[in-house]
């Protein structure tokens, strides 16, 4: 499986962005996906996912500002970020199948 993300620049605090991964293969719909970030000097944590049957979950930090969706006709998984923070800044990863793509770099500037 091949992951390929982008979507991803600078953008002023409050701006929005939408990131979007597609996915190589034909197993796609069969199984979740998830975004993940990692800010310069720390862990990589998750953002969120949406199963195969489209339930999504959310990290508390991104509750209410960041939607996750997924068109399984594209492969493709979308993270759509509104109300951004500079807090936001991260590489931004999707994961699926165990496989991670190679991230796209979100700067958010107060």
């Known amino acids: 499986v091949q992951l390929q993300a982008f979507g991803g620049g600078l953008v002023q605090a409050g701006g929005s962005l939408r990131l979007s991964c597609i996915a190589s293969?034909?197993?796609?719909?069969?199984?979740?996906v998830g975004w993940y970030r990692q800010a310069p000097g720390k862990q990589r944590e998750l953002v969120a996912t949406?199963?195969?049957?489209?339930?999504?979950t959310y990290a508390d930090s991104v509750k209410g500002r960041f939607t996750i969706s997924r068109d399984n006709a594209k492969n493709t998984v979308y993270l759509q970020m509104n109300s951004l923070k500079p807090e936001d800044t991260a590489v931004y990863y999707c994961?699926?199948?165990?496989?991670w793509g190679q991230g796209t770099e979100v700067t958010v500037s107060s």
């Open positions: 293969g034909s197993a796609f719909r069969v199984y979740g």
């Open positions: 994961y699926h199948q165990n496989f």
């Open positions: 949406v199963s195969n049957v489209f339930t999504t």
